[in-house]
């Protein structure tokens, strides 16, 4: 219940009891008395009706004075409901944008220019954290290109080096490959967070693109034992960049097929919902708990079967897909039952 609901109440409250008491005072002034009187043959006593009134007057405008303040508390108490309403919309996005002060210079208007003086401190922490990420991973794709360029060299002349020593450059050169995709993916997200991407929008065959992936996830399957299955794919074309939708289906079938069981399946659909085109990939993994899927979509979050080592990744891929879905102007939805399916069901607007 709010703060102005259970002033309300209260004031309700008190101004029902002090009419009470007035009925009460005026039954016993000008009926219940002078019938006492009458009963037991007493004489009358004149009394001053304007005394009388005026004190009856003077008890009637308690509940006014209570009422008068009820409506003058919940005008002051307006502001705040105002400014938490404005205040429970405000997300990592729209950090600049300050909340407006009542000019009144009151306590309201100095807890909005705290606030207002906070978000613009988170917001520059933010910018600070992206310009790091961007700059950050911008320096180390140059390193690791030249480390890449140098142990895939040293490894084509494989005859003139001992099979450990071929073994271990080989290992190096999938660590480096490795690192190059978390740089990579960090870059586009940092890029995402600064409005620094943009994407060709063009009619896409979503249906066509979803068979090519239908394909290119059995492949990835096969290597893991993992069937996959194509349930539905309707001839459905939406706006979009196809470069990066593309890369959505990968990221979502690469997770679906690393994160599944040995003889497991990946069921993939294309359907109408609507004015949406809905594609779901439902595969028969381990599955995440109730906790771990809150967190899904952070990045460097990873399942538990992650951590320890036994699926390779970054923990990027759900945070660039999420980021992909949102930049069509979709939805993305993941939820998972421990050790039967897991589920990722995106939304996108039809092209009109």
């Avoid at 008395?33 to 003077?58: C, I, M, S, Y």
């Avoid at 300050?98 to 807890?111: A, F, H, I, S, W």
């Avoid at 911008?138 to 450990?164: F, G, I, Y």
């Avoid at 679906?256 to 085109?277: F, Q, T």
Wanted: aromatic share 6%; hydrophobic share 45%.
């Amino acid at each position: 219940m709010t703060l102005r609901r259970r002033l309300a109440y209260r004031y309700a409250m008190i101004v029902v009891a002090c009419l009470l008491l007035l009925a009460g005072l005026a039954y016993h002034e000008f009926i219940s008395e002078e019938q006492l009187r009458r009963d037991q043959g007493l004489p009358e006593v004149k009394k001053d009706t304007w005394v009388e009134l005026a004190e009856v007057f003077f008890y009637g405008m308690i509940p006014v004075v209570l009422g008068t303040g009820w409506w003058v508390m919940r005008r002051t108490l307006l502001p705040i409901d105002s400014i938490a309403g404005q205040i429970e919309k405000i997300n990592a996005d729209n950090l600049r944008a300050p909340l407006p002060c009542t000019g009144n210079n009151d306590e309201v208007d100095r807890l909005t220019r705290a606030f207002n003086a906070m978000t613009a401190r988170l917001d520059e922490s933010f910018r600070q954290v992206q310009d790091f990420t961007l700059h950050a991973s911008h320096e180390l794709k140059t390193p690791l290109t030249v480390m890449r360029a140098e142990l895939e060299t040293a490894l084509k002349d494989t005859e003139s080096l001992p099979p450990e020593r071929a073994e271990w450059i080989g290992r190096q050169l999938e660590e480096v490959q490795r690192l190059t995709k978390i740089v990579e993916g960090l870059t586009l997200l940092a890029k995402a967070d600064a409005g620094l991407v943009e994407l060709k929008l063009q009619p896409v065959r979503l249906g066509e693109l979803m068979r090519e992936h239908y394909e290119d996830a059995q492949v990835l399957a096969e290597p893991h034992q993992v069937k996959v299955g194509l349930l539905a794919c309707e001839d459905l074309t939406v706006s979009g960049d196809r470069h990066r939708l593309r890369q959505l289906l990968l990221n979502l079938v690469d997770n679906a097929v690393k994160y599944n069981r040995p003889g497991g399946a990946v069921i993939m659909s294309l359907r109408r919902n609507e004015d949406k085109a809905e594609i779901e990939i439902i595969n028969t993994g381990k599955g995440l708990s109730a906790e771990m899927q809150a967190r899904v979509f952070e990045r460097f979050a990873r399942g538990d079967n992650a951590l320890g080592g036994a699926v390779e990744g970054s923990g990027l891929g759900l945070a660039i897909a999420q980021w992909i879905v949102h930049a069509h102007h979709g939805t993305i939805q993941f939820t998972s039952e421990p050790n039967k399916q897991t589920s990722v069901v995106v939304r996108i607007p039809l092209a009109v």
